[in-house]
T-cell receptor, first 112, second 117 residues
């Protein structure tokens, strides 16, 4: 089946630093979604991307839909302690109904 | 406010018992999904439904069943719980298949942590 490789698996950074993470696939996706999961909670949708090359921001978060449609990037600027959590990418193809393929997650830890 | 809820939030059961996890959404979404989350495996799809009386198997459906008798609920049943089914279970919903791409966005419940002893 389709695979999404998400990297890095974990990051430990200083408060105020910028963060970058990405997802790559051997298959083309038509939609990319980025979620954040806080400890003990379900994933929450952060950003949705629908078009190749699209760049979308949500506050300090910026995500891009790769031009090849096989990758996506999430950047967090000026990290703060509440950014701690696991970030998941998810990809979707048009002929797969609403099904998503998830990356393995990036665990972000922020040192105050 | 519309929402998606799961119950119970935590459950401990014994091997061989039947267990049912509840999922209820008030968004009137057509599509509902069940995932399990395990270390090293991310989120894996168990079953999904595109509407009332529709159910489909996902990637890891063995040992699980679902039924959809109304739009709001998709209960997940473990027929005979096994220790390998110890996991965190998430329910999600989305508007419907097709139409604007925003219909594809899935929204997750808070999860149920299940331990099978």
């Amino acid at each position: 089946g389709q695979q999404l490789n998400q990297s890095p698996q974990s990051m430990f950074i200083q408060e105020g630093e910028d963060v970058s993470m990405n997802c790559t696939s051997s298959s083309i996706f038509n939609t990319w979604l980025w979620y954040k999961q806080d400890p003990g909670e379900g994933p929450v949708l952060l950003i949705a991307l629908y078009k190749a090359g699209e760049l979308t921001s949500n506050g300090r978060l910026t995500a891009q839909f790769g031009i090849t449609r096989k990758d996506s990037f999430l950047n967090i600027s000026a990290s703060i302690p509440s950014d701690v959590g696991i970030y998941f990418c998810a990809g979707q193809v048009n002929n797969a109904g609403n099904m998503l393929t998830f990356g393995g997650g990036t665990r972000l830890m922020v040192k105050p | 406010d519309a929402e998606i809820t799961q119950s119970p939030r935590h459950k401990i059961t014994e091997t061989g018992r039947q267990v049912t996890l509840a999922c209820h959404q008030t968004w009137n979404h057509n599509n509902m999904f069940w995932y399990r989350q395990d270390l090293g495996h991310g989120l894996r799809l168990i079953h999904y439904s595109y509407g009332v009386h529709d159910t489909n198997k996902g990637e890891v459906s063995d040992g699980y069943s679902v039924s959809r008798s109304n739009t709001e609920d998709l209960p997940l049943t473990l027929e005979s719980a096994a220790s390998s089914q110890t996991s965190v279970y998430f329910c999600a919903s989305s508007k419907l298949a097709g139409g604007p791409k925003t219909n594809n966005e899935q929204f997750f419940g808070p999860g149920t942590r299940l331990t099978v002893l």
